[in-house]
């Protein structure tokens, strides 16, 4: 059975670091790319960009570029989104999801919320 | 980049009602439209890929279509557990996709 499941959810304070990860399940995790969502409080879905874990090829969402990382360790089956500094603008729950074979995120990880005050 | 453009941003209707919800991209994006289902507190969940493919699954009801760069999503007689927000997404290329601003169904 296909399953993304997440790290748990982390409050931090503005300005420190922050690497949530996803790690894969009942497929062969180095051939789909995984991408990642944001969801601030009670807003919509944003896409934030893809990575494809067999070679760490990533492509970012202009609006997150520069701001966040995507990384993946095959070895592990586990991809990551980090950040260097953290913002309270990044209150939000993030997902992972797979890339399908028809370029549709067909599974999804349950989420980690990142709860960023001080 | 490709805008989607959803509407309407939320609909009140009656169980047994057709519900339509519609997606419009800034550019042709052939058949790479998806539509997903999401309730208060969960992860988004795959209804239709490639506009009118139904994932596995998921209830008859639920419907998809294309028509140019509009695209559909109907369901055809609302149900309570239907209540929650739809969103379109365009997987149109690696990069950059975009989601729909969203489409929060109640029932009346």
């Known amino acids: 059975e296909v399953q993304l499941v997440q790290s748990g959810a982390e409050v931090k304070k503005p300005g420190e670091s922050l690497k949530i990860s996803c790690k894969g399940y009942g497929y062969n995790f180095s051939t789909r790319w995984i991408g990642w969502v944001r969801q601030m409080p009670g807003k919509g879905l944003e896409w934030m960009g893809i990575i494809y874990p067999g070679d760490s090829d990533a492509k970012y969402s202009p609006s997150f570029r520069g701001h966040v990382t995507f990384s993946a360790d095959k070895s592990t089956d586990t991809a990551y989104l980090q950040w260097n500094s953290l913002r309270s603008s990044d209150t939000a729950t993030y997902y992972c999801a797979r890339r399908g074979e028809y370029s549709n995120p067909d599974y999804w990880g349950q989420g980690t919320q990142v709860i960023v005050s001080s | 980049d490709i805008q989607m453009t959803q509407s309407p941003s939320s609909l009140s209707a009656s169980v047994g009602d057709r519900v339509t919800i519609t997606c419009r991209a800034s550019q042709d994006i052939v058949s790479y439209l998806n539509w997903y289902q999401q309730k208060p507190g969960k992860a988004p969940r795959l209804l239709v890929y490639?506009?009118?493919t139904l994932h596995a699954g998921v209830p008859s009801r639920f419907s998809g279509k294309r028509s140019g760069t509009d695209f559909t999503l109907t369901i055809s007689s609302l149900q309570p557990e239907d209540v929650a927000s739809y969103y379109c997404l365009q997987s149109y290329s690696l990069q950059p996709w975009t989601f729909g601003q969203g489409t929060k169904v109640e029932i009346k």
């Open positions: 490639a506009a009118s």
